[in-house]
């Protein structure tokens, strides 16, 4: 860096610390500047490894960006007439943060029950699922529920992707019922006192005083665990699932060229780094927003 | 209701109330009577129980011992539906407590529409008339936040008095207000008092209790050190601590 560009950094003005760590930390290492390099490694990356095909195939095989190019539709929407890839993984990460937010909103709640069995019931759910490797969740979710259930004379089926998807689910879950428990901590006993003395009964004041106050807090964590929740799709594929990773793989296989690995690989992960960016950078501006609010 | 109750009964009564928070013991036996549309004003140093004193009253503190009947009605009876308790007494704070993300309006209306089931046209009116009452018109439509300190506690009086209560709290609600604004808030209580509203109000506002008081209580460590009308008990403290007391404040 230059003299001039380290002046710059030390007269720029300090961004505030952000008061969510966890989402601060992650946020931060996503700037502007970031998006540059990622996307300037990836293409000097397809570039250089175009060259060398050039150099040692001749004109007999695709080049490397015609390959790509070739192989971005089965990995973005999967396989013709069949839903997948890159499509199915954002499928997946909606159903799953879905699921885990309506659950972790409910188990949420029990972390904060006046019943005391209710709250350790929940307390230790959301433990186990904190603290577990997301990978042998999904293994375990996949082993442990059948591939279809029958309700009397009606059959359910219950396909991988979907049992994949409750398997991400479960930690999402245990982790907004944490973000639920800190949100309604956060907000004044006062709060709680005034409602008390108006009459309101425990549930009115959760759902109409409490609750509502909380949603502005919660909503960048939840967003941060929506970006994790996202990076974290490609697991599915150990389970024999055509989401992205699975169809990146099953296109190198039917390549066999090794000059393909880096540049497909990175493909897929700029994928996913043009949808999870801005997601980062729109958690940053709502942190920001409801931090100087509240 | 279990006991009849009639107005020439008192309207609270506390009887030898004692109120631990784990060892320390708060309350030490405080015995008072308030009748209807009296006001009483409970002073004392800090820490002396006068708030806890309050919160008894409307079962947002369990008591350890002693009795508090309410219109005849023992609080602290494990059988006494609290929200009943708590419809017929209106509590102010002194933090105010209004909800950050309702209007001054709505913060007003709430109550009546969900826990009393009122018809929300009828309970506009009613709302639209406390803000009136209490000084406030044109800011129906300010949240909490675009209100001063002053204005918001006088929302915070709305409010509880939108519950059509039978004895109105106030706990210290002056003390976090600027020396400008604290005067807007007496107004407020002084003509709910001439208009015969119970009151019982914890205060610093040694002036004003004097002013608007029918009987003041003096607290201090847990127990009740001295009463008596305005008159006598700001001229003629027989007690030492009292004395001690109202020099420091007066």
């Known amino acids: 860096m230059s003299a001039g560009g380290n002046s710059n950094l030390i007269l720029a003005p300090v961004a505030p610390p952000s008061s969510q760590g966890e989402t ?8 502007p500047r970031a998006l540059g390099i990622a996307l300037g490694l990836f293409a000097s990356v397809a570039l250089v490894s175009e060259a060398w095909a050039q150099l040692v195939a001749g004109g007999e095989r695709l080049g490397i960006l015609a390959t790509l190019w070739k192989w971005a539709p089965l990995v973005l929407i999967g396989p013709p007439r069949e839903f997948g890839g890159f499509a199915l993984n954002i499928l997946v990460s909606f159903l799953a943060m879905a699921i885990g937010t309506v659950s972790g909103l409910v188990l949420g709640l029990g972390l904060i029950s006046k019943f005391a069995p209710v709250r350790s019931v929940s307390w230790a759910i959301t433990q186990f699922f904190r603290n577990s490797p997301w990978l042998v969740l999904l293994f375990f979710v996949m082993l442990l529920t059948p591939f279809q259930f029958r309700i009397g004379g009606l059959t359910i089926p219950f396909p991988a992707w979907f049992k994949a998807t409750v398997g991400l689910a479960l930690p ?16 004044p006993t006062g709060q709680w006192e005034s409602a008390e003395s108006l009459a309101f009964s425990r549930l009115q004041t959760l759902w ?4 509502p106050q909380c949603v502005k807090r919660m909503i960048p964590p939840w967003m941060n665990w929506y970006a994790i929740l996202t990076m974290s799709t490609p697991l599915i594929s150990i389970v024999g699932v055509n989401d992205a990773m699975t169809l990146t793989q099953d296109a190198l296989a039917s390549e066999q060229r090794t000059d393909l690995l880096m540049p ?6 700029l994928f996913f780094f043009v949808y999870c960016y801005p997601i980062a950078r729109w958690t940053i501006r709502l942190e920001r927003k ?3 609010r509240i | 209701m279990t006991t009849a109750w009639t107005p ?12 631990s928070f784990g060892p320390i013991e708060v309350l030490k036996g405080v015995s008072l009577n308030v009748r209807k549309g009296e006001v009483v004003c409970i002073i004392g140093p800090s820490g ?13 503190v369990p008591i350890n011992q002693g009795s508090i009947k309410v219109e005849g009605q023992e609080v ?17 704070f002194q933090s105010y407590n209004l909800f950050p993300h309702k209007t001054a309006l709505e913060n007003v209306m709430m109550a009546p529409i969900h826990v009393l089931k009122r018809p929300k046209e009828e309970v506009e009116a009613q709302a639209r008339g406390l803000i009136k009452k209490v000084r406030l018109e044109g800011k129906e439509d300010a949240y909490p936040g675009e209100l001063s300190g002053g204005q918001q506690q006088r929302v915070a009086i709305a409010r509880s008095l939108a519950m059509n209560p039978d004895i109105m709290l106030f706990d210290e609600v002056t003390a976090a207000l600027d020396p400008e604004t604290v005067k807007e808030v007496l107004v407020t209580i002084r003509e709910l008092a001439e208009e015969g509203m119970t009151c019982m109000l914890v205060t610093h506002e040694m002036g004003f209790a004097r002013e608007v008081g029918d009987h003041i209580y003096f607290t201090d460590r847990g127990i009740i050190v001295e009463h008596g009308p305005p008159a006598t008990f700001f001229t003629n403290a027989s007690d030492p601590r009292t004395r001690a007391f109202l020099s420091q404040i007066l």
């Open chain 1, 264 to 269: 497909m690989y990175g493909m897929l992960l």
């Open chain 1, 290 to 292: 409801f931090a100087v």
């Open chain 2, 76 to 92: 602290h009876d494990p059988a006494l539906d609290k929200l009943e308790l708590r419809k017929k007494v209106g509590m102010v």
């Open chain 1, 208 to 211: 109409r005083i409490i609750l």
């Open chain 1, 172 to 187: 999402v879950m245990a982790n907004v019922a944490e973000i639920v428990r800190g949100a309604v901590n956060s907000i």
């Open chain 1, 24 to 31: 601060g930390f992650l946020a931060s290492a996503f700037t």
């Open chain 2, 48 to 60: 002396s129980g006068k708030s806890t004193l309050l919160r008894c009253i409307n079962a947002l």
């Open chain 2, 8 to 19: 020439d009964q008192p309207i609270v009564g506390i009887k030898d109330v004692h109120k």
